[in-house]
């Protein structure tokens, strides 16, 4: 067997890697260069073949077919090297019309070789190679006028796709080095071998370049393999890492910065150059406790505040994260650093605006209601006003207690529709009026009817509600005044429950039309006497529509609490225990429906206690 032959093998041999090759980055295209390895690898497989078979063909005709057919791979290794150095290392630079461009060449070539004529101005076969044919031996081509064009553009191109590669590689973090080596060798190694040879520095019938690819071919699998080029994509992160605008710094098991990046710096108000090798504890003393609580295997949160020598303050957010060996040993950790400012300010400026709402909902919510009840001839007064909790809107329920005409009062609870500035605008409104007609001597029923009035819808604003009304006058009785006359009237609204001294529970009042939704509303008036010792509760439907899966509060229930509510006042009179009652009433109700509703809306009462 030939010299010639056993080479011939050999590059077959490494043909079929270099097959082998494609097809496994093939399976792992979409990672980074990918695309571009699997045109390179195809490149070398269709040289490397043809130039086998060169090698063991010594006939001429057949020989020349062989000596063009291996252009078609060689014309292919320039755009298969670009396209995979822009996508490895993510400048994303060659596009499509760029890479049509880079194209033009090698169909240049590749059409000059089709034509016989022209075939010779790359590889021509002299009368010596002929000679050698016809003696059984492998003819050797000389290189033709249009080679050394052809071979000077091809090597030009590869060296720039070396030192971009070798440059972007050179900024990448030490743990990836070793990669980077492996990927600037196999890019590299070929060509400087073809460049040898065809200058005449090698010196050999038979051009190794195709061995070069060969080794290349192997060390790339190694680095697939055992460095698992694909899946880290060294270049891509080192770049991304480098323009991040969060600090990324890698410590060692000393807690000394070993890595980082250019906001790192900018964060710690210092020079890169002069980060690396500090421990992080002291270039940020703000940290410490956060590393020095860090747990080996976990992940530490935390915010500092750091300020520069202007006294610049920066809110930093600090993610702190164990690098772990095989044995899960701790070997470093990563802290990443992101400049939270600009959302702290946001924070505060937010809570500040919630702090001012709260402030003026409960401005607003006081003027809406009295912030004390007053003295009434005898009767004991307690109130209550509990929101839903969902926010901090104005409540919608409301109630008030004042002087009428001819030394009577007036009470008065509702309902608005809505919440928030609307349901005060309406709140409001009801307040007032009701107010100013009762100092005008109009009965409760002519009261919510000029009220229904006053909230007639407008054009923007839906405006209704449910009242209770109640006219207060001492009973008809001879000597002294014992016991109150109320005359109530309903607008909507839960009719109140009186509760006798001896424990019996009723509602009184007559049901009404809702205020504000229609012109004319009918309204009736009902009278009840309470004697000393009764009680009177007014309520808003907060209370007995309160739900817990899906059952409601209900009447049945709101009754049965007031009747049980301070049994053993009953039967006593007189002002402090008209207090007491009072109090005891507005409080049990209240607790009864907080601890029974899981979903409810806001709730007001009022409690009336005859002394």
């Given at each position: 067997?030939?010299?010639?032959?056993?080479?011939?093998?050999?590059?077959?041999?490494?043909?079929?890697?270099?097959?082998?090759?494609?097809?496994?980055?093939?399976?792992?295209?979409?990672?980074?260069?990918?695309?571009?390895?699997?045109?390179?690898?195809?490149?070398?497989?269709?040289?490397?073949?043809?130039?086998?078979?060169?090698?063991?063909?010594?006939?001429?005709?057949?020989?020349?077919?062989?000596?063009?057919?291996k252009f078609v791979g060689i014309v292919a290794v320039l755009p298969g090297l670009a396209w995979f150095v822009d996508e490895y290392t993510g400048a994303r630079r060659l596009t499509r019309s760029r890479l049509a461009l880079l194209c033009i060449e090698p169909v240049a070539v590749l059409t000059l070789l089709a034509v016989p004529a022209w075939h010779d101005s790359?590889?021509?076969?002299?009368?010596?190679?002929?000679?050698?044919?016809?003696?059984?031996?492998?003819?050797?081509?000389?290189?033709?006028?249009?080679?050394?064009?052809?071979?000077?553009y091809t090597w030009v191109g590869v060296a720039i796709c070396v030192v971009v590669l070798s440059t972007r590689l050179v900024r990448i973090a030490q743990p990836y080095r070793r990669q980077a080596s492996a990927i600037v060798v196999a890019t590299a190694l070929p060509m400087l071998v073809n460049v040898l040879f065809n200058a005449g520095i090698i010196v050999g019938d038979v051009d190794p370049t195709p061995f070069a690819f060969v080794l290349t071919a192997v060390v790339l699998f190694w680095g697939f393999f055992r460095l698992r080029l694909l899946d880290l994509v060294p270049v891509a992160r080192g770049v991304v890492v480098e323009q991040m605008t969060d600090g990324v710094v890698v410590l060692d098991a000393y807690g000394r910065v070993v890595d980082t990046n250019p906001a790192t710096a900018v964060?710690?108000?210092?020079?890169?150059?002069?980060?690396?090798?500090?421990?992080?504890?002291?270039?940020?003393?703000?940290?410490?406790?956060?590393?020095?609580?860090?747990?080996?295997?976990?992940?530490?949160?935390?915010?500092?505040?750091?300020?520069?020598?202007?006294?610049?303050?920066?809110?930093?957010?600090?993610?702190?994260?164990?690098?772990?060996?095989?044995?899960?040993?701790?070997?470093?950790?990563?802290?990443?650093?992101?400049?939270?400012?600009a959302r702290v300010r946001t924070e505060r400026h937010l809570r500040e605006l919630l702090d001012q709402q709260t402030r003026l909902a409960e401005t607003l919510e006081a003027s809406l209601r009295p912030s004390r009840l007053p003295d009434v001839p005898g009767l004991r007064l307690a109130a209550r006003s509990l929101p839903s909790g969902v926010g901090s809107q104005v409540s919608g329920d409301f109630y008030d207690v004042h002087p009428a005409t001819g030394g009577e009062w007036a009470f008065v609870l509702g309902d608005?529709?809505?919440?928030?500035?609307?349901?005060?605008?309406?709140?409001?409104?009801?307040?007032?009026?009701?107010?100013?007609?009762?100092?005008?001597?109009?009965?409760?029923?002519?009261?919510?009817?000029?009220?229904?009035?006053?909230?007639?819808?407008?054009?923007?604003?839906?405006?209704?509600?449910?009242?209770?009304?109640?006219?207060?006058?001492?009973?008809?009785?001879?000597?002294?005044?014992?016991?109150?006359?109320?005359?109530?009237?309903?607008?909507?609204?839960?009719?109140?429950?009186?509760?006798r001294a001896d424990g019996s529970v009723f509602a009184v009042g007559e049901p009404g039309t809702v205020l504000g939704l229609l012109p004319e509303v009918s309204i009736h008036e009902v009278v009840v006497d309470l004697a000393p010792g009764d009680v009177l509760l007014a309520y808003t439907d907060g209370v007995t529509?309160?739900?817990?899966?899906?059952?409601?509060?209900?009447?049945?229930r709101l009754a049965e609490v007031l009747g049980g509510t301070a049994a053993g006042l009953r039967g006593r009179t007189g002002a402090a225990a008209a207090s007491l009652v009072a109090d005891a009433v507005a409080d049990r109700v209240v607790k009864e429906v907080v601890e029974f509703a899981s979903d409810r809306d806001d709730v007001a009462l009022l409690v009336l206690a005859v002394a």
């Open positions: 067997m030939s010299f010639s032959i056993v080479l011939g093998v050999v590059f077959g041999v490494g043909a079929a890697g270099y097959l082998a090759l494609a097809w496994y980055v093939w399976r792992y295209r979409r990672a980074a260069g990918g695309h571009g390895l699997v045109a390179l690898s195809l490149a070398v497989f269709v040289w490397t073949t043809c130039y086998a078979m060169e090698l063991v063909t010594d006939t001429l005709e057949i020989n020349k077919v062989w000596s063009g057919l790359f590889h021509r076969y002299s009368t010596k190679a002929a000679a050698a044919s016809l003696r059984g031996e492998r003819p050797i081509p000389d290189a033709g006028t249009f080679f050394w064009p052809h071979a000077i964060l710690v108000g210092d020079r890169r150059s002069r980060v690396v090798g500090r421990r992080l504890d002291e270039l940020v003393p703000a940290l410490a406790p956060a590393l020095d609580a860090h747990i080996p295997g976990t992940t530490t949160r935390d915010e500092v505040v750091l300020k520069d020598l202007g006294g610049r303050r920066t809110d930093v957010s600090l993610v702190l994260t164990s690098l772990l060996d095989r044995n899960g040993a701790e070997t470093g950790r990563l802290a990443v650093l992101r400049d939270v400012s608005v529709s809505g919440k928030g500035v609307e349901a005060a605008i309406v709140t409001s409104t009801a307040r007032y009026t009701v107010r100013a007609l009762s100092a005008q001597g109009w009965s409760p029923r002519q009261v919510l009817e000029q009220l229904n009035l006053a909230l007639e819808p407008g054009e923007d604003l839906e405006r209704f509600c449910t009242v209770v009304y109640g006219r207060i006058t001492a009973a008809p009785a001879p000597g002294e005044v014992t016991g109150v006359r109320l005359t109530i009237s309903l607008g909507g609204h839960p009719a109140p429950f009186v509760r529509e309160a739900r817990r899966d899906g059952e409601e509060f209900g009447d049945v």
